[in-house]
C-alpha cells in the first residue's frame, strides 16, 4: 500500500494499523534547533484521544508519545531537533479484535472493507486496520510539531455544526471550547447538543457533524497561483481525514448565492501605509496565496458508519446479509475530527512557510 506520506518539505509519513501494537509517523524537514519535548506534542493528543466523555467511543487509549528521533539536549539542557527525521510512536493498550470477529467476512456498509478487498485482494477487519480513525492520533502528533515550526500563527478549531442543528455565530466564544464536550464556541448551543446527541447515542445510531479551523497570524505569501496553492493544499489534507465528505475554504458554497460587490475582499490603507481587508470572504487566500487575513476552512464529516442498527450488504462469498457493528463506536465522529482537523491545517501552513521561505528568503 503506497501513498502514506503527505507534504513538500515538512513531509509526514504515518505507520501502523488500529489494532496493530502500535501506530507512529515520521517527520522529515522538520528545521533543526526548535525546542520539542514529549509534552508539547501530548496536550494536543489528549484532545483527540478517545474516552473522554459519553459522547465518544469508550475504547481507552492514553494516547501516550515518544519521540524516537530527531531531537537532543543542548547544552543548556534544553531538548531541540536536529534537522533529522522525528519519529513518533504511540502504543496501542486497549484493542478488542474479538469485537470484529462477527464481519471478518461481512462487509460493513459506508466503511472501506469492500474496496480495499477488491483493491488490495486483504484486508486488516479489525477495526478497519489503516482505514481507521485511529491513524489521525498520529496527524495530530505531526501537527503539534507542524505549530513549532511557523511563527506566531495560531491555529484553532471548533464543532460548529452536529446533524441539522448549528451554533449561532453571535454566542461564538474560544473560551467556551474547553468547557463542553463538543469543541463548541457556543455554550447554549453545546447545551442543546448534550441532550440531542445523547437521544441519537442510546438509540445505537450516529450523526454528523461540521467543523471549522482558523487560522490566525499567518503571514502574506504562503502559497504559489497554481498548482501549490495554500487553499488547494489545505482542502487536500482536510479532505484526506476519515469521513470528511466535503471541505470549503472562507464563504465556500456560500459564495455562490453572492453578487460580485457583496463577495469582494475590500482594501483599505490602514497604519503606515498597510493595506486593510475590510471584509474576509476568501477565508485569507487570494489566488492561492495567504492575504495575511485568517485562513478559515470548514470541513463536514459523515455519520459514523458503525452503528447498531442492522444494514443491508453482503459477504466476501457473495452472500446477502444484514450487518450490524459491535464494539466501541463514536455517535458523532466530527467531534475527535476538531483536533485533527487543526493538525492538518498547521501542517499545511509549516510546508508552505519552509517553502515560501526556500523560494523567496
Known sequence: MSHNTFGHLFRVTTWGESHGPAIGCVIDGCPPLIPLTEADIQGYLDKRKPGQSKFTTQRREPDQVKILSGVMVDDDGIQKTTGTPISLMIENTDQRSKDYSEIKERYRPGHADFTYDAKYGIRDYRGGGRSSARETAMRVAAGAVARKVVPGVQVRGALVQ????????????????????????????????????????????????????????????????????????????????????????????????????????????????????????????????????????????????????????????????????????????????????????????????????????
Not at 450516529?206 to 495554500?230: M, T, W
Not at 489566488?287 to 450488504?313: C, H, M, N, W, Y
Request: charged letters at 20%.
Open 162 to 361: 452536529i446533524g441539522p442543528h448549528r451554533i449561532n455565530r453571535d454566542n461564538w466564544d474560544w473560551a467556551e471550547i474547553d468547557n463542553n464536550p463538543f469543541f463548541c464556541p457556543d455554550k447554549e448551543a453545546a447545551a442543546f447538543w448534550a441532550d440531542y446527541l445523547d437521544g441519537i447515542r442510546k438509540k445505537g445510531s450516529s450523526i454528523g457533524a461540521v467543523i471549522e479551523v482558523v487560522a490566525d497570524g499567518v503571514p502574506v505569501g504562503l502559497g504559489a497561483p497554481i498548482y501549490a496553492k495554500l487553499d488547494q493544499d489545505i482542502a487536500s489534507l482536510l479532505m484526506s481525514i476519515n469521513a470528511v465528505k466535503g471541505v470549503e475554504i472562507g464563504n465556500g458554497f456560500e459564495a455562490a448565492e453572492l453578487t460580485g460587490e457583496e463577495n469582494a475582499d475590500e482594501m483599505r490603507l490602514g497604519a503606515n501605509n498597510q493595506p486593510v481587508f475590510l471584509s474576509n470572504n476568501a477565508g485569507g487566500v487570494l489566488g492561492g496565496i495567504s492575504s495575511g487575513e485568517p485562513v478559515i476552512a470548514r470541513f463536514a464529516v459523515k455519520p459514523t458508519s458503525s452503528i447498531l442498527t442492522p444494514r443491508q450488504s453482503i459477504t466476501k462469498s457473495g452472500e446477502e446479509v444484514d450487518v450490524m457493528t459491535k464494539g466501541r463506536h463514536d455517535p458523532c465522529v466530527g467531534i475527535r475530527a476538531v483536533p485533527v482537523g487543526e493538525a492538518m491545517v498547521a501542517c499545511a501552513l509549516a510546508d508552505h512557510y519552509l517553502r515560501h521561505r526556500g523560494q523567496v528568503g
